[in-house]
């Protein structure tokens, strides 16, 4: 674990493996779950996996409070490290802030990987594109969340205390930036044309929190898209399916590159 | 010692078909407004009389409940401005940090005190965890939003020479000027409920009048402690007349009336607390480490055990007999001299306090029973408060 200084912001990251660079953005939760697919990317890349300030024991300066400051701070921090040709992978509401990463600027940009974003709101002011996961019982939202609940859901009442703080900070970050309007920015849509870069969307099919329908909209939106469905996955395909994801993360690089 | 009568105009009628959550997920058609105009009239009826019997009036307001159907906190008191004339009416209060114009707060408790000739105090609330979801107000971020609020209340309400600018966080007025200033110098008494010694602490550095809810013989003490050891810190003419207790109050001419009046209103306790789980603990509503705990104990939410007897056992509010009640110090009841001498020794544990709140009405408690209830009190338990000397 490292903290690097970007202007206010003491960012929490950790590096694994060695390559070309992949970024990292994690969801709102289940953060700790991911370490089964980061292990298997850094056999090929050097990821960085950043915390969001905020979440876990990062701090998060006042006033440091939505999406577009993520969308910035990641944009610092590849300049920072001085990164190109970044493969950048956004899960979940890491998805969201990688797109709005990308229509800033993919100036160091080389591929972009959506799995279950949110962040673009497609249907109208009565559909629910996103599911209120704070609205739902927890069991509900446990049951639209994974495939295969009982094996990918960890038991809170076994961790230990530092871990289960953390989850609830994450939580409590995770409303911070994504309350109102729920898990989306209004004008991200309009602006989606301007992520100029391969993009590659993985969905997975049992995806109950946005759907696999939402997730193809969003690939249409996108000017050079393809889409994945990993099957046996929820929300997480990473965390349930972390082989087929990282598959799939691969062969979309090595496509684009013979390309 | 001041009293205030409170209701929470409870929608009783709809009760029986709740499952599982009288909150939040609660449909309207359960509510009948025929059924619901009667039930409006007579608890405005049982506050005006309050005139007459020199006990002050207490509102309040929740939102997608049945529990309480006074939603908008300010409508009873602005029919009682005008019904009254001579009681002092509190709104416990507004929910400021959920509503998303604090200026039309400002005007709306402003006008409230014109109308009544300087008879408001105001309260303002941060609300529980399950007011977030009717309101959609980001739990995260509350407490900020809560105190900017206060602030550019306060603002708009004592000053008096024109426009001013508000350009904070949550907020943004560019022309600030509130018609008609309050009657009030330099504005109605400030209020806010608190339920830890940390809220205390806030309330006191800035000289609010305190109201304890719920809280009773365990929890009372640290919190009215912290209160007095902040304000005199932060050099706060420091009174009784800053701290509030509300108690489940039922009077009787026999002690078994005066219990059988406890017990209906305390279907207010049993009920209001049965919120579908996943609206307990809205995320960064409360702090990590309680967050943390309600995570793993899921569905309990961190308001769990917040109702203990005397020694310091968790009781179930859903089960709670007037006998825990009146253990627990939630509940005064019995005949004059027993709800007396309870509030007494209550009063003597917790080292004095200047308001009751006093629950005359709640749950399925009858209009008949209520203005006993409050007649009895008034003429019988109200002027032997003077020998608790505040």
Known sequence: MERIQIGDVSLEMRTAGEGPPLLFLHGGDYVAQNQGFLDRLARRWQVLIPRHPGFGRSARPDGFRSVHDLAYLYLDLIDRQRLGDVVLVGASFGGWVALELCVRSVERIGRLVLIDTLGVKFGGREEQDIADIYALPTEEVLRRTFFNPAHAAPDYSILDDDDVASIASDRAATALFGWRPYMHDPGLRRWLHRVRVPALVIWGQSDGIVSPDYGERLCRSLHDARFELIREAGHYPQIEQPEAVADAIERFVRAEVER | ?390
């Open chain 2, 1 to 390: 010692m001041k009293v205030w009568h409170f209701s929470e105009m409870a929608y009783h009628p709809a009760w029986p078909e709740v499952k599982d959550s009288y909150r939040v997920v609660i449909p309207n058609r359960l509510y009948d407004p025929k059924i619901g105009a009667d039930l409006y009239h007579r608890y405005l009826d049982e506050w005006a009389l309050c005139d007459e019997l020199g006990i002050n009036i207490m509102t309040n307001e929740h939102h997608a409940t049945a529990t309480c159907a006074d939603s908008v906190c300010t409508i009873p008191m602005a029919i009682l401005a005008r019904e009254t004339k001579k009681v002092r009416l509190l709104a416990l209060g507004m929910p400021i940090g959920n509503r998303n114009d604090p200026i039309r707060v400002a005007e709306e408790y402003s006008m409230l005190d014109v109308i009544s000739r300087g008879r408001i105090e105001m309260g303002f609330v941060k609300g529980v965890p399950f007011e977030i979801s009717p309101a959609n107000t980001n739990p995260a971020d509350l407490t900020e939003r809560f105190w900017e609020a206060h602030d550019l209340i306060l603002k708009a309400m004592t000053t008096h020479d024109g426009p001013f600018n508000w350009e904070g966080t949550h907020f943004h007025y560019r022309s600030v000027n509130v018609w008609p200033r309050p009657w009030q110098e330099p504005h109605p008494p400030v209020w806010m409920p608190v339920g830890s010694p940390g809220s205390a602490t806030e309330a006191a550095e800035r000289g609010m009048t305190i109201g304890v809810l719920n809280t009773g013989w365990v929890r009372t003490p640290p919190i009215f402690e912290a209160y007095r050891k902040r304000a005199a810190e932060a050099g706060r003419l420091m009174t009784p007349q800053r701290l509030a207790y509300m108690a489940l109050i039922g009077v009787g001419n026999t002690r078994e009336e005066g219990r059988r009046r406890a017990d209906q209103i305390l279907d207010y306790s049993r009920t209001s607390g049965i919120v579908a789980p996943q609206f307990m603990n809205p995320p960064g509503y409360a702090s990590v480490a309680q967050s943390a705990q309600a995570l793993r104990t899921s569905g309990a939410g961190f308001r769990a055990g917040r109702i203990q007897s005397r020694d310091g056992c968790a009781i179930d509010p859903r089960k709670m007999t007037v006998d825990d009640a009146i253990d627990a110090g939630l509940s005064f009841a019995g005949t004059p001299d027993d709800v007396f001498d309870q509030l007494r020794a209550f009063y003597d544990h917790v080292g004095g306090f200047g308001h009751l709140l006093m629950m005359g009405q709640g749950g399925l408690l009858s209009h008949e029973e209520t203005v006993a209830n409050l007649t009895l009190f008034s003429k019988v338990v109200l002027p032997r408060l003077e020998e608790l000397g505040v």
